[in-house]
């Protein structure tokens, strides 16, 4: 935590740095910190830690902000020449001149750049683009982040020979998923990230890698008898990992019996209905005495190579478990109807019937309209998740069951999770000469248009061309706390007005930090688990246009399925 609070200081203070003061102190920062990073022999640059790579990713964005805005602008050759001119100084090939030199190849072979763009991935960011090498690699304190695919990052240690370690993780990730499949286990430890789902590990967070993770977990096939317990010890991805089991201690009340991996297969089922998939063993026990209280601890050690060298660890899990009373409380499905809600029948499966529960509704202050001892209806006045405890009035059965349900305003599509959703779409001149692509891209605390300018050249094929790009991003963001309803509204505006091929919006939401807690609590709101809104009758948008091109609206809808802007 204490990392991120220093990348998210730093962030402010480039923006500080950027629109209050002169730039000199940030440029000697900057040339200071990008002298220390170095191209290694294996084509990668190298940055000695995370807060030195968001500095120099967050200058360079600067700098080409800075020529975007400058009278030479419209007239220049390469319109990314701060970002080229930073590949040369470290000698570095990078992933965003790799795709500039494929797209070069496909036009001058005819290939129509706006009906058939070159496959790329992290195209809103071309900053990101030009620190990676065109295997979409870097270094970081010692380990490798190998952006896979748009959504897909992977992590592993350099190693003491670089050309052996990216040797074997191009060839173990180039058949990623049929080894996956088939449990090929790699000859080298990586850790995977979502980067579309985890905002926190998007920007270069830590790098710390651990030993085999394990995780134990209690399954109580019948509730009616919970003195039968079964004993789950999972190893999560085991085989995509490249730790090798070599014992498992079990340790319970004291008394420890040592499993092998001989003992280990692929469990499929923990017996209470939930799937698994997992490496491990699963163990039944005996544990007498209702609310008797027991102590497992559960150590595996585990082998792996690295460097040519044979290394060992291990994991601890420790968990304590008390036999709970007989009693299962059953409820069935919640029906939703907008904000009204009904919970029409809840039962003890452990008895004969003729059972009275109390309801706790005070989350979301529902009205009750309607109530028995085993059913409830409720009319919520905000949409969003709800919480309700159910508990048993019979003293037999102490146990309470909290259940989520979710009314609906129409009306509102809130969405809570930094999804990197997208939508593209073309508009091409009424006289079929000039055409514009726009793709619009939302990911974690950021919203970017990208718009390219093509023109039909004398086969008939559209090339790319510079053109009068104006546009414009907005929208309304909202805030869902998951108690209510959307509340609060932040408005964002982009305006840029550029002479060139490719024109990008960005509204990078950290940068109007102050802007967006006023519009809400500041106290509830936390910028690494955000729960952002929109409604789908003012969705974001963008409107662009050129001397050739008329004023045209891209929409990009919660419930978009087809990625085609509206």
């Given at each position: 935590?204490?990392?991120?609070?220093?990348?998210?200081?730093?962030?402010?203070?480039?923006?500080?740095?950027?629109?209050?003061?002169?730039?000199?102190?940030?440029?000697?920062?900057?040339?200071?910190?990008?002298?220390?990073?170095?191209?290694?022999?294996?084509?990668?640059?190298?940055?000695?830690?995370?807060?030195?790579?968001?500095?120099?990713?967050?200058?360079?964005?600067?700098q080409?902000?800075?020529?975007?805005?400058?009278?030479?602008?419209?007239?220049?050759?390469?319109?990314?020449?701060?970002?080229?001119?930073?590949?040369?100084?470290?000698?570095?090939?990078?992933?965003?001149?790799?795709?500039?030199?494929?797209?070069?190849?496909?036009?001058?072979?005819?290939?129509?750049?706006?009906?058939?763009?070159?496959?790329?991935?992290?195209?809103?960011?071309?900053?990101?683009?030009?620190?990676l090498?065109?295997?979409?690699?870097?270094?970081?304190?010692?380990?490798?982040?190998?952006?896979?695919?748009?959504?897909?990052?992977?992590?592993?240690p350099?190693?003491?020979?670089?050309?052996?370690?990216?040797?074997?993780?191009?060839?173990?990730?180039?058949?990623?998923?049929?080894?996956?499949?088939?449990n090929?286990?790699p000859?080298?430890?990586?850790?995977?990230?979502?980067?579309?789902?985890?905002?926190?590990?998007?920007?270069?967070?830590?790098?710390?890698?651990?030993?085999?993770?394990?995780?134990?977990?209690?399954?109580?096939?019948?509730?009616?008898?919970?003195?039968?317990?079964?004993?789950?010890?999972?190893?999560?991805?085991?085989?995509?990992?490249?730790?090798n089991?070599?014992?498992?201690?079990?340790?319970?009340?004291?008394?420890?019996?040592?499993?092998?991996?001989?003992?280990?297969?692929?469990?499929?089922?923990?017996?209470?209905?939930?799937?698994?998939?997992?490496?491990?063993?699963?163990?039944?026990?005996?544990?007498?005495?209702?609310?008797?209280?027991?102590?497992?601890?559960?150590t595996?050690?585990?082998?792996?190579?690295?460097?040519?060298?044979?290394?060992?660890?291990?994991t601890?899990?420790?968990?304590?478990?008390?036999?709970?009373?007989?009693?299962?409380?059953?409820?069935?499905?919640?029906?939703?109807n907008?904000?009204?809600?009904?919970?029409?029948?809840?039962?003890?499966?452990?008895?004969?019937?003729?059972?009275?529960?109390?309801?706790?509704?005070t989350?979301g202050?529902?009205?009750?309209?309607?109530?028995?001892?085993?059913?409830?209806?409720?009319?919520?006045?905000?949409?969003?998740?709800?919480?309700?405890?159910?508990?048993?009035?019979?003293?037999?059965?102490?146990?309470?069951?909290?259940?989520?349900?979710?009314?609906?305003?129409?009306?509102?599509?809130?969405?809570?999770?930094?999804?990197?959703?997208?939508?593209?779409?073309?508009?091409?001149?009424?006289?079929?000469?000039?055409?514009?692509?726009?793709?619009?891209?939302?990911?974690?605390?950021?919203?970017?248009?990208?718009?390219?300018?093509?023109?039909?050249?004398?086969?008939?094929?559209?090339?790319?061309?510079?053109?009068?790009?104006?546009?414009?991003?907005?929208?309304?963001?909202?805030?869902?706390?998951?108690?209510?309803?959307?509340?609060?509204?932040?408005?964002?505006v982009?305006?840029?007005?550029?002479?060139?091929?490719?024109?990008?919006?960005?509204?990078?939401?950290?940068?109007?930090?102050?802007?967006?807690?006023?519009?809400?609590?500041?106290?509830?709101?936390?910028?690494?688990?955000?729960?952002?809104?929109?409604?789908?009758?003012?969705?974001?948008?963008?409107?662009?246009?050129?001397?050739?091109?008329?004023?045209?609206?891209?929409?990009?809808?919660?419930?978009?399925?087809?990625?085609?802007?509206?």
């Open positions: 935590m204490k990392k991120i609070k220093i990348i998210f200081k730093l962030s402010i203070y480039l923006i500080i740095l950027t629109s209050v003061v002169s730039c000199d102190l940030m440029k000697k920062v900057f040339v200071k910190e990008s002298s220390i990073v170095y191209k290694n022999n294996c084509g990668l640059l190298v940055f000695k830690d995370s807060i030195q790579y968001n500095l120099i990713h967050d200058y360079l964005e600067y080409q902000e800075t020529f975007e805005n400058s009278a030479s602008y419209p007239t220049a050759l390469d319109e990314e020449k701060p970002l080229t001119d930073f590949e040369i100084s470290k000698l570095h090939t990078s992933y965003r001149t790799f795709i500039k030199n494929q797209e070069d190849i496909a036009e001058n072979n005819g290939v129509d750049l706006s009906v058939n763009p070159v496959p790329e991935i992290l195209e809103d960011d071309e900053i990101l683009q030009t620190l090498n065109q295997d979409r690699m870097l270094v970081i304190d010692g380990i490798v982040y190998y952006y896979f695919d748009d959504c897909t990052l992977f992590k592993f350099v190693g003491k020979d670089c050309n052996e370690s990216i040797r074997l993780a191009k060839e173990y990730f180039s058949k990623y998923s049929s080894n996956v499949q088939n090929v286990k000859l080298f430890n990586f850790v995977q990230v979502d980067i579309c789902n985890d905002e926190v590990n998007y920007r270069v967070l830590n790098t710390n890698i651990f030993c085999q993770k394990v995780s134990v977990g209690l399954c109580i096939p019948d509730k009616c008898h919970p003195e039968y317990v079964n004993i789950e010890i999972t190893f999560p991805n085991y085989y995509q990992g490249f730790y089991l070599t014992s498992c201690d079990v340790n319970i009340d004291g008394v420890s019996t040592v499993y092998l991996p001989t003992d280990m297969s692929s469990i499929s089922s923990n017996q209470c209905g939930i799937a698994i998939v997992n490496y491990g063993i699963l163990l039944p026990k005996y544990f007498p005495g209702i609310n008797s209280t027991h102590v497992i601890n559960v595996a050690n585990f082998s792996y190579t690295i460097d040519g060298k044979v290394e060992t660890c291990k601890t899990k420790p968990i304590t478990f008390s036999v709970p009373y007989p009693c299962d409380i059953n409820v069935s499905p919640a029906y939703v907008n904000f009204e809600v009904a919970i029409e029948k809840v039962d003890n499966l452990c008895t004969a019937g003729n059972d009275s529960f109390l309801f706790d509704v989350n202050n529902p009205q009750i309209i309607g109530q028995s001892p085993n059913s409830i209806q409720l009319r919520y006045n905000c949409a969003g998740a709800k919480k309700i405890i159910i508990k048993s009035t019979d003293p037999n059965c102490p146990q309470s069951k909290e259940i989520i349900v979710n009314p609906i305003d129409p009306s509102l599509c809130c969405e809570t999770h930094p999804k990197r959703n997208y939508c593209k779409n073309n508009i091409t001149s009424s006289n079929g000469i000039y055409r514009l692509s726009v793709k619009m891209r939302e990911r974690n605390n950021r919203i970017v248009t990208i718009i390219r300018s093509f023109i039909k050249n004398s086969n008939g094929k559209f090339k790319r061309n510079k053109a009068d790009i104006n546009g414009q991003m907005n929208g309304p963001l909202y805030f869902n706390h998951q108690t209510c309803n959307c509340q609060g509204v932040y408005n964002f982009e305006w840029k007005s550029r002479v060139c091929k490719k024109m990008k919006l960005k509204h990078l939401f950290l940068a109007h930090k102050s802007s967006i807690e006023n519009a809400v609590n500041p106290d509830s709101f936390n910028w690494f688990k955000r729960y952002w809104a929109r409604k789908n009758n003012s969705p974001w948008q963008t409107s662009v246009k050129t001397s050739n091109v008329p004023n045209t609206i891209f929409k990009i809808n919660c419930n978009n399925n087809t990625n085609i802007c509206d």
